[in-house]
Structure formats: structure tokens, C-alpha cells
């Protein structure tokens, strides 16, 4: 699937990912807002972390061939060193996942990717909703733990707390 991934890429909008359920599209590119979440949120865990952790935003994606699953979260804590090799990220090297809901395909933030990043052991699962305010940090096995916040609330993502202070909205 990879392969075909790569190919259909270049010729449709959006973004692709592998799920256990096959191929999932997000048709539209994140608007302003979604950008402008990750942007603040990335920030404000690097100001907290540690030197040779990074919040980090972008490509490659996070595979794992055995599970059959590639994803991109929008935001990845991850060491530095682990992003030395070429290729896609190791999910064990991830720290933490961080997702902003889309407008197009809520869904995919809050019930496909809870399912795909717990299978890949990645052990924090964050998610900021600006079409709600609202957001959940996920953890432990098979995040059975679950703690809600409220935008303007502090939250702790692992080890470290940031505000959700002045994150924005959908309109």
C-alpha cells in the first residue's frame, strides 16, 4: 500500500495515510487555524522540553510495515536522534502524538488514529478540537486513561504542561 500511496500523492489534494481499514484521504489541506494550532502548540512544548527533544511538525510520516499502518500526526515529540535515519519515524521513538481535528474528517483525529497509535505503541495521544475548544490527552495501555480539557485550561502532554491559551477557532 506504501507504493500506491506514494503515487496517488502527487495527483490528489490532501493528505494519505495507511490504516488498518486501508487508505484514509483528507481531501482538504489544513486551513489557517488547524496550521496555526500545531504551530502554538509545538512551540509551547519546545519551551518546556528538554534540549534534544523536538516538537516537531511535518514530514516523514510514522510506519510500522508490520502493522500496516502510516500515519502523520501533526505534531511529534520525538529525540533529535531519532531522526537521524532516512525514511519514516520509528513509532517506538515517538514520545508523544499530537493531532488537530480537521474540519473534513473529525472522525479520523478522534476514534481511527486513537485505535492506530495505540496499536503503535506510541504512549500519549493528544487531541486539540478547534472546532469545539475542547481536546483529550490519552495514555497508558491502550489509553485507558483519558483526560479532557478546555481551551484556556493548562494541559499536560507527558512529562510536560503547556497552555491552550489563545489557540484558535473554527468559525
Known sequence: MREAVNRMQELVPGKLEITLEGI???LTSPNAPHELTA???SR???AVMPDGLLAHTG???VEDVREG???RPDVMVIAEEDMEDDGP???RTLLAAIEVVSCSNPQNDWCGKIRDYALLGIPVYAIFDPRTGQGAVL???QYATRKNFVYGEDV???DWTISTENLPRYQ
Open 24 to 26: 484514509v484521504h483528507d
Open 39 to 41: 504551530y502554538r502548540v
Open 44 to 46: 509551547r512544548l519546545e
Open 59 to 61: 514530514k516523514p510520516d
Open 69 to 71: 499502518i502510516m500515519r
Open 89 to 91: 519515524f520509528d513509532p
Open 139 to 141: 495514555s497508558g495501555p
Open 156 to 158: 499536560t502532554i507527558g
